[in-house]
Every structure is written in C-alpha cells, then in structure tokens.
C-alpha cells in the first residue's frame, strides 16, 4: 500500500505553492487551487491513483508518493554507505600552519594552535610512505590529496610538490584515481606554479575574497600592510589559463560589512574565469548577522547568479546523504607535526588527535577515540530525527555532535546557524530548473 512521503514541504510562492521532496530533491510549481486539490487526493490515495493514474504514476516516481517502506531507515542506510562506505581515500595535509596573512577571524589562530615552521623532511618522507602503504598494500582504488594549512603554498616546493609527485607517478603505476585540491589564498602563485600544479594534476582550489578592494585589504594585507585583492582576482582569472579543467571555489568569507558592496568584484572576474567557478558564501563565525545581513546575502547570491556567478549554500546538500566530507570514515588530516585529526575545523590539542604518523608510513591509531566519535550518526538526535528537512541536512557534523554529547549540552541544529532561509533554497532551487522565472 502506497503512502505520502513524510519528507514533502511545501512553501508559498507568490500565488503559488512549491512542494519539494527532501529525499528525491524533486520539486514542483503548484497554483494554490492545484494545491488545495492535491491535498485532496493525498489523503485519499485509492481515488488519486484510480482517477489521475498517470499523475499518480509521476508522482510515485518523483518520490512525494511512496510504496509503504520506512524512510527513515532508507536515510539511515544511505547516510551508512557514504560514511563507511566511501571508495575514496581523502587526506588533508597540512604543510604548514603558518600564514603570510593575519586575518582577524582566523580560526588557526583562535585554537591556540601551536606554530613550528614547515613539515619536516622525515615527516615529508613518512607522508610518501603512507601513501604508498595505502596504495600497495591496501590497494585502495582512489586518492584525494587535499591541501590545508596555514597557508599550504608557502612549502609548494618542499612539501606539497614532492608529495604531489610521488602520489602521481605511484597512482600512476597501480591505476588509482588521483585527485588534489588546495585552499590558499592564492598569493604566492605563480606562472611556474601554476604550470607545474597542472603537470601534478593540482587543478582544484578554494580561493577567498573578503569583499570589494578596499573591505578586502582592511583584512588580507600583507606584511609591509599593501593590500592583496589585486593579487588575488588576477590569480583566479589567471588559474585557467594554465590549468584548462580548473575548479575554482571562490569563498565569499562574509562579516557585516562585506556584502555591501561585493558585487563590485563581478567586472573584474574575467569570462573564462566564470566557467570555472563556484561561489561559497560562509559567514565569518565570530560575528552575528541580523535580518538585514541575511536579505543582503539573499540579494547579493541573486546578484551573482544573475552574472554567471553561481553558487549554493553549505547548509543544504540534497542527495548527499551526509553533512561533511570529514564526517566519513576514510578522512584524516595530517597535520605538519605528525599528528593526525579527523578534520581541521577544531583545535590541534593533543586531546583531539586521532592517530600519530610512524617513520614507516603507517599511523598508529587512536580507536577509542575514534569510536567515540563514530557512536552515533550525526542526525541520532530527537530533533533531526522528526525533522523532514532531515535528508538535505543530516545534522551537524560528526565533531559538533561529540563535543555536544561529550560536555552534556544540546546537539544544534544546522538550520539555526544558516544565514540563509530552507524556503530560499528551495526558491533557488526552482529558479536554476527553469520552474519560475528569475525576474519574480
């Protein structure tokens, strides 16, 4: 016996309603009449079906009606193979945790961290060990190398080159899928960089911009104090011209002032550029935004969509089925030091290392607390288990969840840090599949 998915929403539109379906992440456009009478029929199914069978048929297929299975165990199993599941082996590393920038808001710098120069030799070699291990003796079928620090381009050539070139030429050798990606600020590129980055495969990077030119320069500022948003916009329009399949996630790091006035940068972004790139607005964590933030941010994202500057928004993730990439089991970093964490947005404190990187490659790991963390899925709470938004959300992630458990205070919720409403995405959502216009 078919049922109504529990995981329908519907918002209004103007005169109209849109229902979307978390799970299936289908979406349609209803007048309000059309709505009143689906509201009908879903709660008289055997008519429905009966009397509009091929309506009934595509609404069973896009996921709003389902034959009578639990959903929520459906979620559970989805969410299982993508966190234990996951064919692809992905490692940050961190070269460094030291930067040529001091922006005020960064969280290396609010951990307490402790700053010792580069990774070492040795450590550089145990790295190349690891991988081999990893590679030879695990045989794992992919690998992704993900760059971090600190500013990781200050060591390209110590660190992340001969890494980077182990990885491929081993990689290579056995038929594993090789991919890397770097966050940096991007001031240190250079053509010969660049050139060499395309040769490694190195084609996917996290850039931030923290607003217009002269917002920017009051926090990414070099040493001597001359600002770097010059710098910076002319090595994101320059990356794809060395690297033609460049991914270029441009982060929007916003406070309250940076919104206002952000779309200047949208001329200086060249067309070639555009193809490559995803905008990433994340709010600076230190600071509060208020309702007039929030419609800026609503403005400012149409803005940008509306100049081929397209983005989404971190808090929503339709068919992903997990919050975090740092969440799977199959994801550690390893920091400049050796030691090794589940992910980089904590503190470096001995407490949260899960593994210690060995001489030989191997990591002696930490399982006590890596099962801690592991216990319970990141939505295994009262709140997002009742929560029909639950599929595109999945609770926060799996560090959030243990310090919450661990200190005995309240798990939060994803949608109460988001700066952007669950009915704009949704809205986004019909705008960038054509269901209604963007002029509405």
């Excluded at 503190?347 to 963390?373: H, M, R």
């Excluded at 005995?408 to 994803?414: F, K, L, N, Y």
Aim: neutral net charge.
């Amino acid at each position: 016996m078919d049922k109504i998915s529990y995981y329908n929403i519907s918002i209004p539109y103007n005169s109209n309603i849109l229902l979307y379906n978390t799970i299936s992440n289908s979406l349609l456009l209803l007048t309000n009449s059309e709505y009143e009478i689906f509201q009908y029929y879903f709660n008289n199914l055997s008519e429905f079906e009966t009397t509009y069978p091929k309506l009934y048929v595509g609404l069973k297929n896009a996921g709003f009606i389902i034959s009578d299975y639990n959903e929520l165990s459906f979620i559970k199993l989805r969410n299982n193979l993508k966190i234990y599941r996951d064919k692809i082996t992905h490692i940050t590393i961190n070269p460094t945790l030291d930067c040529n920038l001091t922006c005020w808001y960064c969280s290396t710098e609010y951990a307490n961290a402790i700053h010792q120069g580069r990774m070492s030799d040795n450590l550089v070699e145990s790295v190349k060990k690891h991988i081999s291990h990893l590679i030879v003796n695990q045989k794992i079928p992919a690998l992704h190398l993900d760059w971090f620090g600190g500013e990781p381009l200050m060591y390209f050539n110590e660190v992340i080159k001969p890494i980077s070139t182990h990885a491929k030429e081993l990689c290579a050798e056995f038929g594993v899928r090789l991919t890397q990606h770097a966050t940096t600020n991007s001031v240190f590129m250079t053509e010969d960089m660049l050139i060499e980055m395309n040769k490694l495969g190195l084609n996917s990077f996290q850039i931030p911009i923290d607003g217009n030119r002269i917002h920017h320069n009051t926090i990414k500022f070099n040493s001597d104090k001359t600002g770097t948003f010059d710098c910076i916009i002319n090595n994101i329009n320059r990356i794809p011209l060395f690297i033609p399949n460049a991914k270029i996630i441009m982060r929007i790091n916003y406070d309250k002032k940076t919104l206002y006035g952000i779309d200047e940068i949208i001329p200086l972004i060249s067309e070639q550029a555009k193809k490559h790139i995803h905008v990433d607005f994340q709010k600076v964590w230190q600071i509060n935004c208020d309702e007039k933030d929030k419609l800026q941010l609503k403005n400012i994202k149409e803005t940008f969509n509306n100049n081929g500057l397209f983005s989404n928004y971190w808090a929503f993730r339709p068919n992903q089925f997990f919050r975090c990439y740092a969440d799977k089991l199959s994801h550690y970093a390893i920091n400049y030091n050796g030691k090794v964490f589940k992910c980089t947005a904590q503190d470096y404190g001995d407490d949260k290392v899960i593994g210690i990187l060995q001489d030989d490659g191997t990591i002696k790991w930490n399982y006590e607390y890596i099962s801690a963390l592991f216990e319970y899925a990141t939505f295994e709470n009262e709140k997002c288990l009742s929560c029909r938004a639950l599929p595109i959300c999945m609770g926060p992630c799996i560090i959030r969840n243990y310090e919450a458990r661990s200190t005995g205070t309240e798990i939060p919720c994803v949608f109460n840090a988001s700066q952007y409403s669950l009915e704009s995405f949704i809205i986004d959502l019909a705008k960038k599949r054509g269901i209604i216009s963007n002029l509405l």
